[in-house]
């Protein structure tokens, strides 16, 4: 195992999530068997109060999994000098078998994350509480997540040695390689163009038809959170071949590098936090009928709604931009 | 928008009378303050320091050569000979293969190790030397003064101080003696043709790996060093002993959130009369679990400002007295440096991690015990 820092951090954090998210879950299962508002049994009134407690508890630990993300992302690429042959945060993820399945899984928690912490805003601003039981069912949903990521992330750490020689991202993206990661290599620059440009414009026609009708806001949330796999696939597709001016460096962390002006988080940022907002969102207008939740999202919604447009329209425009200035011509005229 | 704007509101009068309240119990408050402040101060300074230090390494090793050829004898290293290089430079993909001669010399005068070290190329006449700034400071020496080493066979040797080296390099140049290679063969007995190591030139950084191979078939006995390899190895040693540092610590880290839970739920008469207050007067929980959250937010802010601000003072201003015995090494000839700020927000987010996020998990149990309690139960 490597003892570095910030894995100590996260390897912190993780711990105690868990330790807050478990009895939080027991507090859950109480809350759908027995939340009835309508009771002036004692139960519901401990309920209520305890409700308090466990809405910042909660709060808190998804607050830690929104910055547990960059900071694992982070600490991996810069460990990627320890390891030899890794160049990038790829190199170290793929120095053992837990890596990828470590991010994708602390991607995952991030996005119910972040959804939930939409909820419980949502539902905090209504007075009967329309969306408790929705959102205690989510921290079921969580909860084994937070497990399995926790546990993942532990058997990738105690694992990684400095000095295990890894492919780098060179060889994990080569087109003759079987894994997920190189499959999105492999898929042709044109219509994966026509399909991220599809997507996010149709999820911005979504939101034109939400601001001006208050109407599907489910299929705005779903079409904004589609857009995520959509965008990373257009990433190593061939956006990154743009940035990189190379036609075979499909990596997607390599973008975060100095080298390459940091660019990444300017396409990173925009792109989670529109996905979050959208997967929130779908998730919440699935429970849009509930009397108090309408008057609700009526006022707190188009905010959100153009904000998430917003970091998807950013994400578009800067996609477009850089493929435009780049020196390297994927596309034959 | 007013939506925004009031919920925008009604958080800075939260916040408004959480100071208010916060300045009324000054002592407890800037106790708990001074404690935090201290563990966020501690954590960071091994932080910033041994990233800095790594920073400093990946600098120096930019010069080293592409890869050190040494050869073992018994497991251990020894010297190497001229012939070696002969062989090496018939490798392909090698533009130039030195051999180099250096090693250390104990002085009993201050109890110190120097670094001896003969310089390519013939800059130093012999019978004269160039010496290390911390060295010129232990030996109270100067240009134009003259220091002698008892060599191998137990003649005196005198040397001529030229020059002493600047301040800027210190970190790599504190305790050396650059002599010249006439001078270095007598005063170790090291005999002509022989070198400490061999130092080969890549020009194409891609074959480094290949050519390593190659000197691995050609000489045997030999173990090639890349610079690549050096560097890991400095940067895995430098977050190793961070973390040694730390993990001590996280003792400290334990009792401090035994603290805070101790001075969360210890609520004094007055606090209780005040939330019992301010529920009669029409406050929800969830307003005093707001109001207690600011508390504690506010309480971190300043405590991680005023920490991470005395933790780069104490690193770059002063160069970390407190650590670097322990983080440095074992050398007895210290560099006097400045390091140059080397901070990324990995190194603030696991501070953060570290320090405020078992803080805040701490402080929520009382926080809310103190917002769920009845008006009617303490203000009678």
Not at chain 1, 169 to 172: F, K, P, R
Not at chain 2, 280 to 283: K, L, M, N, Q
């Given at each position: 195992m490597m003892v570095q820092t910030p894995i100590l951090a996260l390897l912190l954090a993780d711990l105690l999530g868990l330790l807050l998210l478990i009895p939080a879950g027991l507090f859950a299962l109480q809350v759908l068997r027995h939340w009835?508002?309508?009771?002036?049994?004692a139960r519901q009134l401990r309920l209520e109060k305890r409700t308090h407690l466990v809405a910042a508890i909660l709060g808190l630990v998804f607050l830690a999994q929104l910055l547990a993300l960059?900071?694992?992302v982070h600490a991996v690429d810069r460990m990627a000098l320890q390891i030899v042959g890794a160049m990038c945060a790829v190199g170290t993820l793929n120095a053992n078998p837990w890596g990828l399945p470590a991010l994708l899984l602390r991607?995952?928690?991030?996005?119910?994350?972040?959804?939930?912490?939409?909820?419980?805003?949502?539902?905090?601003?209504?007075?009967?509480?329309?969306?408790?039981?929705?959102?205690y069912g989510l921290v079921l949903l969580i909860l084994p997540l937070a497990v399995v990521t926790a546990g993942t992330q532990l058997a990738f750490f105690l694992q990684l040695d400095p000095d295990v020689i890894t492919s780098c991202?060179?060889?994990?993206f080569s087109q003759d390689s079987e894994s997920v990661a190189a499959h999105m290599a492999g898929l042709p620059a044109l219509p994966t163009m026509i399909a991220l440009y599809g997507t996010i414009g149709l999820a911005l026609a979504a939101a034109g038809v939400y601001l001006r009708w208050r109407r599907g806001l489910l299929l705005f949330g779903t079409l904004a959170a589609l857009s995520f796999p959509v965008a990373i696939a257009a990433i190593v597709a061939f956006l990154s071949l743009y940035v990189y001016e190379h036609p075979l460096h499909h990596c997607p962390f390599c973008l975060l590098q100095p080298e390459y002006g940091r660019i990444g988080y300017a396409l990173y940022l925009p792109l989670f936090v529109a996905t979050a907002l959208g997967i929130g969102l779908a998730f919440t207008s699935a429970f849009a009928q509930r009397e108090g939740l309408r008057a609700v999202l009526a006022r707190a919604a188009p905010p959100l709604v153009v904000a998430a447009a917003t970091g998807l329209a950013l994400f578009a425009a800067l996609t477009a931009w850089l493929s435009w200035?780049?020196?390297?011509?994927?596309?034959?005229y | 928008m007013t939506e925004l704007r009031r919920t925008l509101a009604r958080q800075r009068y939260l916040l408004d009378h959480t100071v208010a309240s916060m300045t009324r119990r000054r002592a407890r408050n800037l106790g708990l303050l001074l404690v935090y402040a201290a563990m966020v101060f501690l954590l960071a300074s091994v932080l910033f320091y041994s990233s800095a230090l790594k920073h400093e390494a990946a600098l120096l090793l930019a010069e080293a050569p592409d890869i050190v050829v040494q050869r073992m004898v018994a497991g251990r290293h020894a010297l190497i000979s001229g012939q070696h290089a002969q062989t090496l430079r018939g490798i392909r993909g090698v533009r130039a293969a030195e051999g180099r001669l250096w090693g250390y010399h104990y002085d009993p005068a201050v109890r110190a190790n120097y670094t001896l070290l003969v310089p390519p190329g013939a800059g130093i006449e012999p019978g004269t030397a160039v010496i290390g700034p911390a060295l010129a400071r232990a030996r109270g020496a100067e240009s134009g003064d003259v220091l002698g080493f008892r060599g191998h066979d137990g003649t005196l040797r005198p040397f001529q101080i030229a020059a002493v080296l600047p301040q800027e390099s210190a970190l790599a140049s504190a305790d050396l003696f650059l002599v010249a290679e006439s001078d270095f063969r007598a005063l170790f007995g090291i005999p002509d043709g022989q070198y400490t190591d061999l130092a080969l030139q890549i020009p194409n950084p891609r074959e480094e790996r290949t050519v390593a191979e190659k000197v691995r078939e050609a000489l045997p006995d030999s173990r090639p060093i890349l610079r690549d390899e050096m560097l890991r190895t400095y940067d895995a040693v430098f977050d190793w002993r961070s973390a040694l540092v730390l993990l001590p610590l996280s003792g400290t880290l334990l009792a401090f959130a035994i603290l805070a839970w101790e001075k969360a739920s210890g609520l004094s008469a007055d606090e209780r009369r005040e939330i019992g207050i301010l529920k009669?007067?029409?406050?929800e929980t969830g307003d005093v679990l707001a109001m207690k959250l600011w508390e504690s937010g506010l309480l971190s802010l300043l405590a991680f400002l005023f920490g991470t601000a005395a933790a780069y003072w104490h690193v770059f201003g002063l160069?970390?007295?407190?650590?670097?015995?322990?983080m440095q090494g074992w050398s007895v000839l210290y560099p006097d440096f400045r390091l140059t700020p080397a901070i990324d927000a990995t190194q603030l987010l696991a501070l953060f991690f570290l320090t405020v996020l078992p803080y805040l998990a701490a402080t929520l149990v009382p926080v809310?015990?103190?917002a769920v309690t009845d008006p009617d139960e303490v203000m009678r």
């Open positions: 009835d508002p309508s009771s002036g049994h960059p900071l694992f991607i995952g928690l991030f996005f119910l994350a972040a959804a939930w912490l939409l909820m419980h805003r949502m539902d905090r601003r209504a007075p009967d509480y329309p969306l408790i039981r929705a959102k991202c060179g060889s994990l200035q780049s020196n390297l011509i994927l596309l034959g | 009669a007067i029409g406050w160069s970390a007295p407190l650590l670097a015995p322990v809310w015990r103190a």
